[in-house]
């Protein structure tokens, strides 16, 4: 059997009675239905400061320091 994958969004009514249209291109048949349902949690500010401060320390500010740029070289030429 070839898994084919097809997504639909919907909001989920009150009463939980969720009726989905799938299009004519799916066969009829058997099919398999997953349910993903979540809510993200808006992150703060306090919520980043305490998730960076976790992090470990790998290393000085110098060894991540990288030569400044001063672009092209002047480029000379021959007459």
């Given at each position: 059997m070839t898994a084919h994958y097809y997504e639909a969004v919907a909001e989920l009514p009150p009463d939980h009675c969720l009726r989905l249209q799938l299009p004519p291109e799916?066969?009829?048949?058997?099919?398999?239905?997953?349910?993903?349902?979540?809510?993200?949690?808006?992150?703060?500010?306090?919520?980043?400061?305490?998730?960076?401060?976790?992090?470990?320390?790998?290393?000085?500010?110098a060894d991540f320091a990288r030569p400044r740029d001063l672009g092209r070289e002047v480029q000379e030429w021959d007459s």
């Open positions: 799916i066969p009829a048949g058997p099919v398999r239905i997953a349910i993903i349902y979540g809510r993200a949690a808006a992150a703060t500010g306090q919520d980043i400061k305490n998730l960076l401060a976790a992090m470990p320390d790998v290393g000085e500010d």
